[in-house]
């Protein structure tokens, strides 16, 4: 296996254990995905920065009480580029959550439909990787995670048209989309 294979095999195993996390929110293997110390940086879904891998915990743990991700994440890669110690994947999918508790996702940004218990949630992310743990060793971590709503599936792109519907979760021009986490929901 060459190293770009190697790196590549190890940037994957990362999305899917981020991602695969996030179905019941299992905090010891979402650990496993990011530097040590306060370097990380992540744009959450709900709109708010979390710095650092302490901070990410505390988020988890007041969702552990608030909502629960009754399904795997459907997530579909759109590009993996790998150069030397950095890399960076292009994702959207469909996040199924249930509230559960009384304050919810606690923002505006990231709320389901009519009060709704259960409403899946589009999404697209940017994860953009180092090789380095947080304490200098040449280990593949994920440093920073961008996370937003995708319209909605049936809406044209303006000035091009064309829908996400039309090309697929995770399609475009070029695009064969790559799934590597669990087989989740699909409901658009």
Not at 70 to 90: C, F, H, K, Q
Request: aromatic share 10%; charged share 25%; net charge negative.
């Amino acid at each position: 296996m060459s190293n770009l294979e190697k790196d590549r095999e190890a940037i994957l195993t990362l999305h899917k254990n981020w991602w695969e996390a996030n179905h019941q929110l299992v905090i010891p293997l979402m650990e496993t995905v990011y530097p040590a110390g306060d370097a990380y940086l992540m744009f959450n879904l709900n709109g708010h920065p979390y710095f650092g891998i302490k901070e990410k915990v505390e988020l988890w743990k007041h969702y552990q009480k608030e909502l629960d991700i009754v399904a795997y994440p459907d997530i579909e890669i759109m590009r993996l580029t790998i150069s030397g110690d950095m890399a960076w994947i292009a994702c959207e999918g469909i996040f199924p959550m249930r509230i559960i508790g009384s304050s919810g996702t606690g923002s505006a940004t990231w709320e389901t439909k009519d009060g709704v218990e259960y409403d899946p949630f589009r999404l697209r992310a940017t994860e953009i990787y180092q090789r380095d743990d947080g304490n200098g060793n040449p280990v593949w971590k994920m440093w920073h995670f961008h996370c937003s709503p995708m319209p909605d599936p049936d809406e044209p792109r303006p000035g091009l048209g064309g829908t996400q519907n039309q090309r697929g979760l995770g399609g475009g021009p070029g695009i064969t989309p790559l799934r590597v986490t669990g087989e989740g929901t699909r409901e658009n």
